[in-house]
């Protein structure tokens, strides 16, 4: 499995902005559904935004937390995963990973049995 590399993260106030982005060499996403998961501290990791590939910039699907809010998307020419987040409340304070991804039942899901999580980037909220 390929680990994916995070970054972008950092410490906003509330209603700021921040894009992460997350590359991985040797890995293609145009051919992948990749997706953001966050997870705070003492809390399970959630998934945030998936994106499917296809015509028109492909599918998506978020969270409802962070729906009109966050924005996921690809550059296939530099092989970068982004999630725009705009509007930020200190509940989105977390540290940031993105993986292969499905949809089930409307949730983000990582993919069954993937282990490779990168170091992630931390986004921190103050109110």
């Known amino acids: 499995q390929v680990q994916p590399v995070e970054s972008g993260g950092g410490s906003v106030q509330a209603g700021g902005s921040l894009r992460l982005s997350c590359t991985a060499s040797?890995?293609?996403?145009?051919?992948?559904?990749m997706g953001w998961f966050r997870q705070a501290p003492g809390k399970e990791r959630e998934g945030v935004a998936a994106l499917y590939p296809g015509g028109g910039g492909g599918m998506t699907y978020y969270a409802d937390s962070v729906k009109g809010r966050f924005t996921i998307s690809q550059d296939n020419r530099k092989n970068t995963l982004y999630l725009q987040m705009n509007s930020l409340k200190p509940e989105d304070t977390a540290m940031y990973y993105c993986?292969?991804?499905?949809?089930?039942?409307?949730?983000?899901?990582?993919?069954?049995?993937?282990?490779?999580w990168g170091q992630g980037t931390q986004v921190t909220v103050s109110a």
């Open positions: 993986a292969p991804a499905r949809v089930s039942a409307g949730v983000v899901r990582v993919i069954p049995g993937y282990s490779s």
């Open positions: 040797g890995y293609s996403f145009d051919s992948y559904r």
